[in-house]
């Protein structure tokens, strides 16, 4: 469910070294603080213990006291459906898992920063928090991390800097935005949806129903039994049905959820879509017009430096992968390397799995 949005927020994380609160609990909701908290303490409530092994890297452990770090931040100002924390669980996995696999590779380029790089850096991030209204100490405490894991991560950061700046060429900035030109260069398309919404609290069961229920429909579509706008009009639970389903023009960025952009950009006028599940249920979509845009690479190379960022750090992790093996102990959810398929801890743990310090015996 949502893949991309869960995907982006790790991965945005890890770039920026997983420093930065995302988002807090300083609401100027009091209740929505409340609720955004209740819901964090019962994910923790079920976390793994922190030294509990749950994958294994050339043989080395990687133990849940990162995996429950880097999802507690993740789900910091955010509501996650039950129905998804598998998932999250899994993507959070293997984000930790990248982060050492690019540490090896730092360590075989033998690319180094200096203790007063590290200083300069700490100063930085400590300035930055006086003018929020904060302290780093309030941040560490936030973050639930120490000064020197703090450090270690501003280390880490520094290093891939140095190693990624190598990367962002003119050369790749052109080439990136030649096969991304409709999400960068202002293109919009006009797009009908078909949605159809669950009954109460969203959970994995009902996605599914949904999402057979749209595969139903979208047969029918394709085997011009009925048209997309008349199907709109009959199924759909958007405020669009009463047009057909018709939204309008969309850009790629920034106004629909990213699922749901993505599927549209993909399609051709007069295709329909897959069903597209995000969090208010399951999408059909029709593109029916094609609004090019006519930026340049020169014009949103601001728009294209993270993604350029991101595309290095899943190319040198996706080449580690090949280099070294790894485990899944299963102790927690994961996603399966030949399959891409998600494998739930519960369905997977048949053991308890040894600690860190125990698997060293």
């Given at each position: 469910?949502?893949?991309?949005w869960i ?7 890890f770039?920026?070294g997983?420093?930065a609160?995302l ?12 609720d ?7 994910y923790v ?29 993740a789900?910091?100002g955010r509501?996650i459906?039950?129905?998804?924390m598998?998932l999250?669980?899994?993507?959070t ?6 982060r ?18 590290v ?22 405490a936030?973050?639930?991390i120490?000064e020197?894991k703090?450090r270690?991560d501003?280390q ?21 935005f ?6 960068y ?13 669950p009954?109460g609290?969203?959970?994995e ?16 579509i ?7 706008a ?8 958007a ?26 950009f ?9 069903p ?6 399951a999408?059909?979509?029709?593109v029916?017009?094609?609004?090019p845009?006519?930026k ?10 993270p993604?350029?960022r ?9 080449q ?7 485990e ?5 959810s ?8 998600l ?5 997977t743990e048949?053991?308890?799995?040894p ?5 060293k015996?």
């Amino acid at each position: 469910m949502n893949r991309g949005w869960i995907m982006a927020v790790l991965v945005g994380m890890f770039l920026a070294g997983g420093l930065a609160p995302l988002g807090g609990l300083r609401s100027a909701h009091a209740q929505a603080a409340a609720d955004l908290l209740r819901e964090e303490v019962r994910y923790v409530g079920k976390q793994k213990p922190p030294e509990t092994v749950v994958a294994r890297i050339g043989g080395e452990p990687v133990t849940a006291a990162e995996v429950n770090r880097l999802m507690k931040q993740a789900m910091r100002g955010r509501r996650i459906v039950e129905a998804a924390m598998p998932l999250l669980e899994a993507n959070t996995l293997d984000q930790v898992i990248n982060r050492h696999l690019i540490t090896r590779f730092l360590d075989s380029k033998k690319i180094e920063v200096s203790d007063e790089e590290v200083d300069d850096a700490y100063k930085r991030r400590t300035e930055s928090y006086k003018k929020q209204g904060s302290s780093i100490f309030e941040a560490l405490a936030e973050m639930d991390i120490t000064e020197k894991k703090f450090r270690d991560d501003l280390q880490w950061q520094l290093r891939w800097e140095k190693a990624v700046n190598s990367y962002l060429t003119e050369a790749n900035f052109q080439k990136y935005f030649a096969a991304h030109r409709k999400e960068y260069d202002g293109t919009e398309v006009r797009v009908s949806q078909i949605l159809l919404r669950p009954n109460g609290t969203v959970d994995e069961g009902k996605l599914k129903q949904l999402s057979e229920r749209a595969t139903t429909i979208r047969d029918s579509i394709i085997g011009e039994l009925t048209t997309f706008a008349a199907a709109a009009k009959k199924h759909s639970e958007a405020p669009s049905r009463a047009k057909g389903g018709d939204i309008g023009f969309i850009p790629r960025h920034g106004l629909m959820d990213e699922d749901f952009a993505a599927a549209a950009f993909a399609l051709e006028p007069g295709q329909v879509s897959e069903p597209v599940l995000t969090k208010y249920g399951a999408h059909l979509l029709q593109v029916s017009e094609i609004r090019p845009g006519k930026k340049t690479a020169s014009d949103v190379r601001k728009d294209l430096e993270p993604a350029l960022r991101k595309e290095a750090f899943e190319k040198v992790s996706k080449q580690m992968r090949g280099t070294i093996a790894i485990e899944y102990t299963g102790a927690i959810s994961y996603l399966n390397p030949e399959t891409g398929e998600l494998v739930t801890g519960e369905a997977t743990e048949k053991k308890d799995e040894p600690s860190a310090d125990e698997s060293k015996k």
